[in-house]
């Protein structure tokens, strides 16, 4: 695998000759600037972790002057003709192993400082410590919601992976997935991923809560004498009682209907009634419809000036 | 979420860090007890991932422990804010 050159001056911002408290300030600035705990971008963890390994190298006059020297030689040769190639080659061919065999693959500094520094010269430790909690957005339907399931998810740090989900979540909801959040540091136990819950809008079911509401569509003979109509529901279709003269509006509760609570039970789903009519009758209709209005006396409007 | 609450031991365990480490913590405020009824102080299993986000912030921003409880608690209500943003 091929070694890359790390300017790590670049990485802090300063020039080459800058003194170790011009080396502090900029590591200081940009750790305040781009630490995970404070920044939630997706690149500012590496971004750090690139961060500490510059201070590392760069705020020790030894490691610093080893840097400065085998890098100098390193980009000579880049620029020499017929030079050119990775550092990796560069070092098997000056000899400046020193004898030291590497084993690539420790996951808290790059390959270049293992390289330049040698196998098990990691970044200063200060113990243990858990590693960060991480969070994937649950976007869900109101049904899976219900039903619980199994979804493909993108994590914050760009990983993917597949979380079961249980029957019954809500909107906001977070389910805690202990131990799958990123590794944690010097062999502590690693964080917790979160999934946070959000419902999606329905084409059909409007959310108040945990509480649903649907249209329902009647005929106005149906509103008028009363009926038994079929309504939808999350899981399938339940059938509701139109009382005899209800009105559009009119809402009809079916308990535990609704989506699940907070500390347990259901919420209700509510039938709006809404009086729907045919856009064309038959010349038989037409003629019941205008006896209707012409025996009843029936004004939806009075009382109105 | 409804989980268990657990003793001060268990959280310095899942954390990574001495238990002698939560204790100042707790002194500093970053922690509450949910529950004194029993011998020992209980807390709630989240407790171990707040902790843990404080150490990080004392150890890599060279804070002290007073101003990485106080960062923690301008964090959550960034968060706070976020959320009611969304």
């Not at chain 1, 408290?21 to 750090?48: C, Q, T, V």
């Not at chain 1, 020790?60 to 100098?72: Q, T, V």
């Not at chain 1, 219900?146 to 493909?152: E, H, K, P, T, Y």
């Not at chain 2, 989240?46 to 002290?64: F, P, Q, V, W, Y």
Request: hydrophobic letters at 35%; one cysteine or more.
């Amino acid at each position: 695998m091929a070694v890359e050159f790390k300017d790590y001056y670049e990485v802090l911002g300063v020039p080459r000759g800058a003194s170790q408290d011009d080396i502090r300030r900029a590591y200081r600035k940009l750790a305040r600037e781009y630490h995970p705990d404070l920044n939630r971008d997706s690149d500012a963890e590496e971004r750090f972790k690139e961060l500490g390994e510059a201070y590392e190298v760069l705020s020790d006059p030894n490691k610093r002057e080893r840097y400065d020297r085998l890098g100098a030689q390193w980009q000579a040769q880049e620029r020499a003709p017929g030079g050119g190639g990775d550092f990796e080659e560069f070092f098997d061919r000056k000899g400046f192993g020193d004898g030291v065999r590497f084993e690539f693959g420790d996951g808290d500094v790059s390959d270049f400082f293992s390289r330049l520094f040698g196998n098990g010269a990691g970044m200063r430790s200060s113990g243990p410590l858990r590693g960060l909690d991480r969070e994937a957005l649950l976007e869900l339907s109101l049904e899976d919601a219900v039903a619980g399931g199994r979804r493909r998810l993108t994590v914050d740090d760009g990983r993917s992976i597949d979380a079961n989900f249980p029957a019954g979540v809500r909107d906001g909801q977070l389910i805690r997935l202990a131990g799958q959040g990123a590794p944690g540091r010097d062999g502590g136990p690693p964080g917790d991923l979160y999934l946070r819950v959000r419902l999606k809008p329905h084409s059909t079911f409007r959310r108040q809560g945990d509480d649903l509401d649907v249209d329902l569509p009647v005929a106005p003979w149906e509103a008028a004498l009363g009926a038994t109509v079929p309504v939808p529901t999350l899981t399938g279709t339940a059938r509701v009682k139109v009382p005899a003269g209800s009105s559009s509006g009119r809402r009809l509760r079916l308990r535990g209907r609704g989506l699940a609570k907070q500390g347990g039970g259901h919420g209700d789903l509510h039938a709006i009634v809404k009086i729907t009519v045919p856009k064309h009758l038959s010349d038989e209709q037409q003629e019941l419809f205008e006896k209707l209005a012409e025996v009843s006396d029936f004004d939806p409007r009075k009382g109105r000036s | 979420m409804n989980e268990e609450l657990v003793e001060l031991s268990v959280i310095a365990r899942r954390a990574g860090i001495r238990v002698t480490l939560v204790r100042r913590y707790v002194e500093f405020g970053l922690l509450e007890p949910a529950s004194r009824t029993s011998e020992e102080p209980l807390f709630a299993p989240s407790a171990a991932s707040r902790l843990a986000k404080a150490e990080r912030l004392r150890r890599d921003l060279g804070l002290n422990y007073a101003g990485a409880v106080l960062a923690c608690e301008l964090l959550d209500r960034i968060r706070a804010l976020e959320d009611q943003a969304r």
